[in-house]
């Protein structure tokens, strides 16, 4: 059976990565190059892999703002214990960190079903009681590239590719490993699993999908421990990268995934969203704030293209749900 791979907000983005990319070239050609390539897949790697666990919560109808302070949880957490227990093995952070982002993840999905309230109100509360948590009874100071464990630094800084030019050593940094990874198991689960299937009619209906068989409180437990296993594992990739861990860092960050998320078409209410689509928003937000330099422009020109973005891609899936609707004979208020 032939499926469309690409629809409508995925080629405006694939168009608007194209024609931006073209400007910005003839503006400063130092920019076409593969260093740049890899330098916006190091920069858009933690949060493309947060992205894919949002998709699968927002393709449910729900909603994470919590997700910051779950990765900042697990991945400073497992740094510590590294370090009181003298591990010093890259695997073990990312067996901890996504052991706590899962655990945290299941308590928002316990929260949200139980309590009936809106997503957003509880994981909003949750992100700063994790926050508190952590920094009440764990730990609130930083811990330093010179006592980091250096499996960490080691791993921030590895690399699968590496090619010799005339401007130096360019390199893809082994963090696109766990990306590759998250976007196949997401891609699997949503197209290939009756689980994703279960999301999905969960998004457009709750009471389509129980009428289905599905379970709303497993789909939930499953879609926010997913999230929540994402962070867990772009805590430790984001400690790894700046070789430090600070206990107010990425706590506030989380306005700017869902906006690549809803950017690439991904419906607020649920039941609509492509991997594709995700990336490429978060594509096109981190070429953006890395190009402006290139073009003369301060940082403040960034939330403008991204606030620009944003509507326009909300616009669009709005009027791709009323055509569909008015073609299905749904008629909403």
Same mark, same amino acid.
């Given at each position: 059976? +032939? ?8 080629? &405006?983005?694939? *168009?608007? %990565? ?27 790697? @933690? ?10 919560? !927002? ?28 591990? $010093? ?17 299941? @308590? ?14 509880? #994981? ?9 948590? !952590? #920094?009440?009874? %764990?730990?609130?100071?930083? &811990? ?5 464990? =250096? ?21 893809? #940094?082994? =963090? ?5 990874? /998250? ?10 699993? !009756? ?35 994402? *962070? ?7 400690? /790894?990268?700046?070789?430090? *861990? ?9 306005? !700017?995934? %869902? *906006? ?7 419906? =607020? ?30 940082? =403040? ?6 606030? /620009? ?11 791709? #749900?009323?055509? +569909? $609707?008015?073609?299905?004979? %749904?008629?909403?208020?």
């Amino acid at each position: 059976m +032939k499926r469309v791979l690409i629809n409508g907000p995925e080629k &405006i983005l694939i *168009a608007i %990565i194209l024609l931006y990319s073209i400007f910005v070239t003839i503006v400063n050609p130092s920019f076409l190059s593969l260093m740049t390539l890899f330098d916006i897949i190091r920069s858009a790697s @933690c949060t493309m892999v947060v992205a894919m666990g949002l998709l699968v919560v !927002m393709l449910s109808g729900g909603i994470d703002v919590s997700f910051m302070s779950v990765a900042l949880f697990g991945g400073y957490v497992s740094t510590l214990l590294m370090m009181q227990t003298g591990i $010093n093995n890259i695997a073990f952070p990312f067996i901890v960190s996504t052991l706590i982002g899962i655990a945290l993840g299941l @308590c928002n999905a316990l929260l949200v079903h139980w309590l009936r309230l809106p997503a957003f109100i509880i #994981t909003l509360g949750t992100q700063n009681l994790f926050h508190g948590i !952590m #920094t009440t009874f %764990i730990s609130d100071s930083t &811990i330093g590239s010179g006592i980091l464990p =250096s499996s960490l630094g080691r791993f921030g800084s590895a690399a699968i590719l590496q090619f010799e030019t005339e401007s130096g050593l360019m390199s893809l #940094t082994a =963090s696109f490993v766990p990306v590759a990874a /998250a976007v196949v198991l997401t891609w699997f689960i949503i197209n290939r699993t !009756m689980i994703g299937r279960g999301v999905v009619a969960l998004g457009n209906s709750e009471e389509s999908a129980v009428r289905a068989g599905f379970s709303p409180l497993k789909i939930r437990l499953f879609v926010y421990a997913y999230i929540g296993a994402l *962070a867990g594992i772009m805590g430790v990739m984001y400690i /790894a990268q700046v070789r430090a *861990a600070y206990p107010n860092k990425l706590v506030g960050d989380e306005l !700017m995934v %869902i *906006a690549g998320a809803v950017i690439g078409g991904t419906k =607020s209410t649920g039941g609509q969203g492509k991997v594709l689509g995700v990336l490429l928003g978060t594509l096109v937000i981190y070429l953006l704030n890395s190009t402006l330099i290139l073009l003369g422009l301060s940082s =403040s020109w960034n939330d403008l293209f991204v606030g /620009a973005l944003l509507v326009i891609s909300v616009a669009i899936t709005s009027y791709q #749900t009323r055509v +569909k $609707n008015r073609k299905n004979l %749904i008629f909403t208020e």
